[in-house]
């Protein structure tokens, strides 16, 4: 449980203090305004941002496994090294997005937008991303095993030493899309 209420979190935000490092798993913080909040290195393990404005957030090396950020924005936050495990992100928009090194086993990203976002070196093991905008993503050294993107916008998207073993590609828009010294072992979908 989180170690400050609601109206707790909302007051420091008011004040604009930082909650780095805080427990806040479990806080139900939806709809609400956290544009620039530091959360980075927090516990918001299973917390409840749905539709919430994180603009520009740092939410750098924060656990966020099983949180629900359904339809939240996220444009230009900080996510690098987060704990993304299970985290239900669909339909939210993180276009220009710093993604690096996270852990997004089973991440739910259907119907996002997550254009020129950078997943350089991040875990997307059966990630979940169909129907996803990722037009002029990075994937440098990104592990997609079994991640499905069916239907997903690849436009100028780049995939470099990235690992797709058993990924589904079906129906994706691939264009300008850049593929170097990739894994491609039971790949469904990819142009030959």
Known sequence: MSQLSRAEVLSKINEGKSLEGFDLSEIDLSYEDLRGVNFSGSNMQNAHLQNANLQNANLSHTNLESAFLFGSNLSNANLDHAILKETNLQDSNLDNCSIKNADMYHIALLGSSMENCDLSHSEIIRGRLKRANLKGALFNNTNLESAHLERSDLTGAIFKNA???????????????????IITEGTVGLPD
């Open 163 to 181: 690992n797709l073993t058993e990924a589904v590609f079906r129906n994706a828009i691939i264009y300008k899309t850049e593929f170097e010294n």
